[in-house]
């Protein structure tokens, strides 16, 4: 084989890799990652027509390029865009006194593993967790075209889980803003601007 031909096997092994990694963006950390482009609930898979594409011809140089550019895409999607999406913060009742009448890192530890068990069954995404307050979305990181319902059971599911150990205080609104990577080059995450940000507080109040 020449060189390019290797080249192109190796690059079609990587696209491969890529592929699979896409289907494993739900344990990746939120805030490298971008939203999906589709409106609907299934991954966005690299279309074979783009690999055929990339590698019909060129030099290794532009052959590389391509497929660097073709897999940030299918990774991290576009750049920041509106979107209607669910948001949903979730604190655990009174943890100021709770936190002082038995092991905190126990009860933190099986309320935390919970609900990140219920989000993922609901295809939510945790955003970040601060003591006992949990962020989580729909159809921001991941696409869900029935976010809004399946926010509603994930919270449903648990509140009702005896896993928890506690009583829940759970917010929950829906509705546009804007998503994406923001930050600078040092620091970037995926972060949510519009009113629902905040109203997403008053509403567990």
């Known amino acids: 084989l020449s060189a390019l031909s290797e080249v192109r096997l190796m690059q079609v092994s990587f696209l491969q890799m890529i592929q699979n990694l896409v289907e494993y963006r739900n344990y990746m950390p939120a805030s490298v990652l971008q939203h999906d482009d589709s409106g609907s609930d299934s991954e966005t898979p690299i279309p ?8 019909s011809g ?34 655990i009742v009174d943890f100021l006194k709770v936190r002082d009448t038995g092991n905190v890192q126990q009860m933190l530890t099986g309320y935390l593993s919970t609900g990140l068990h219920h989000l993922k069954m609901t ?41 928890i150990g506690a009583r829940l205080s759970i917010g929950i609104v829906s509705g546009e803003v804007r998503c994406g990577n923001m930050g600078c080059d040092g620091m970037k995450r995926f972060s949510y601007i519009g009113s629902l940000s905040s109203w997403v507080h008053v509403v567990e109040r």
């Open 48 to 55: 074979r027509s783009d690999i055929e594409s990339i590698l």
């Open 58 to 91: 060129g030099t290794v140089s532009s052959i590389g390029r391509s497929v660097r550019g073709t897999a940030q895409h299918a990774l991290i999607g576009s750049d920041v865009s509106t979107k209607k999406v669910t948001l949903m913060v979730c604190n």
């Open 123 to 163: 295809k939510g995404i945790p955003d970040s967790f601060s003591g006992d307050r949990l962020y989580a979305s729909w159809n921001g990181v991941r696409a869900c075209a029935s976010h809004r319902f399946a926010a509603y059971h994930c919270a449903k599911d648990m509140c009702g889980d005896k896993g």
